[in-house]
């Protein structure tokens, strides 16, 4: 069941109607960074569907989100790699609303793992969420609104690829397939007045992705490294997915805005360096 919580001091920087009349299709809308995407896009007028494969997680947390946004949120349940439960979906979703005007592909799948130790069912599974996944949900969504009608369409990345990361080969290179999709899609559906833009978050706290990348371990020193001194929240990535949405984004397609504080830039990153350092060790050690 889902414990999820709302922004409880949101602080509104854009008009609180910008998104009046909108309609937002959220994958893996009922927990984390994807539930507060959902709940700032509805503190803004947005109506949403969020989905994923837990139907009692994206019901409760529909429930939530209704009550505290007095907007509606209607739960799903979808595999992004099921075609067919996708296109379903996608059908509940205009049949109730009419339109889906903004898609966040969020779902997705992680834990660490070294290369040399994923099975090749492993890496095919996050793959086939990841990258597989976004591609599926996107073509569902083109093809049965967004060809005639235009729209946004946010693929949640990371900061993974950029450099290459120990432990994150299948993350980082489903992640990276999702950023050069998203650069051949802008160009194909642009002229059909669909926007595509990635959204690549750095270390972003209180979520699952942070608890699976050894989140508890994160040291003083971690922190200081960051350009900005601070991790990242989930309402950082809601108000970037809310600025690409805004009219005020109108001209941004085909590329990615990091909201990490710089935490790419500076981090260290020499797996065999790291192999020596005992929060790593401590990592490692449990696989
Ligand atoms: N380390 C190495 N391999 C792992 C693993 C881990 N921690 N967790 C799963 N795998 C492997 C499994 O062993 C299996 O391979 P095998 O058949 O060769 O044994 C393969 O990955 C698929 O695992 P399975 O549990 O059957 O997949 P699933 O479809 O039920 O779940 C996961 C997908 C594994 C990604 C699961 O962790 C998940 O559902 N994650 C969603 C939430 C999440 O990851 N949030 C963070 C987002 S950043
Ligand atoms: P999360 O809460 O675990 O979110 C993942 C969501 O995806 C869950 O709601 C899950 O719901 C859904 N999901 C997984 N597999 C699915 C499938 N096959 N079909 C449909 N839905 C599926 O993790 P999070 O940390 O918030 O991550 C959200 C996004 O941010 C991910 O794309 C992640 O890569 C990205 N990101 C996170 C961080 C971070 O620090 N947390 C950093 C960079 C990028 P079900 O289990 O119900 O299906």
Redesign the pocket.
């Known amino acids: 069941m889902s414990d999820e919580s709302l922004i409880h001091d949101y602080r509104y920087i854009f008009q609180k109607d910008v998104l009046r009349g909108k309609v937002a299709f959220i994958t893996g809308g009922g927990t984390g960074i994807g539930f507060t995407i959902a709940e700032i896009l509805m503190r803004h007028g947005c109506d949403t569907v969020i989905a994923s494969r837990r139907l009692d997680v994206v019901k409760n947390s529909a429930e939530k989100l209704s009550k505290g946004t007095g907007q509606k949120c209607l739960p799903l349940q979808v595999d992004v790699r099921k075609p067919e439960t996708i296109t379903k979906a996608v059908d509940e979703a205009l049949g109730q609303f009419k339109h889906i005007d903004i898609l966040v592909n969020n779902a997705?799948?992680?834990?660490l793992?070294p290369a040399e130790?994923?099975?090749f069912?492993?890496f095919k599974?996050?793959m086939e969420?990841d990258a597989h996944g976004t591609f599926n949900v996107s073509k569902a969504v083109f093809d049965k609104y967004m060809k005639s009608n235009g729209g946004v369409i946010i693929n949640i990345t990371a900061t993974l690829s950029f450099r290459g990361q120990h432990l994150q080969t299948h993350a980082g290179s489903a992640k990276a397939a999702i950023e050069a999709m998203t650069k051949h899609l802008a160009v194909e559906w642009g002229p059909n007045g669909v926007r595509m833009m990635c959204v690549a978050p750095g270390p972003i706290a209180d979520t699952?992705?942070m608890r699976?990348l050894g989140g508890d371990k994160i040291t003083d020193a971690f922190i200081k490294s960051i350009p900005v001194q601070r991790l990242g929240k989930r309402e950082d990535i809601g108000n970037t997915v809310l600025y690409i949405v805004s009219p005020a984004a109108e001209l941004l397609t085909g590329t990615t805005v990091i909201p990490d504080g710089g935490e790419f830039l500076t981090s260290q990153n020499n797996y065999w360096a790291l192999k020596n350092n005992p929060v790593f060790k401590q990592l490692i050690s449990k696989m």
């Open positions: 997705a799948g992680n834990f793992c130790n994923l099975s069912n492993a599974t996050v969420i699952e992705g699976r």
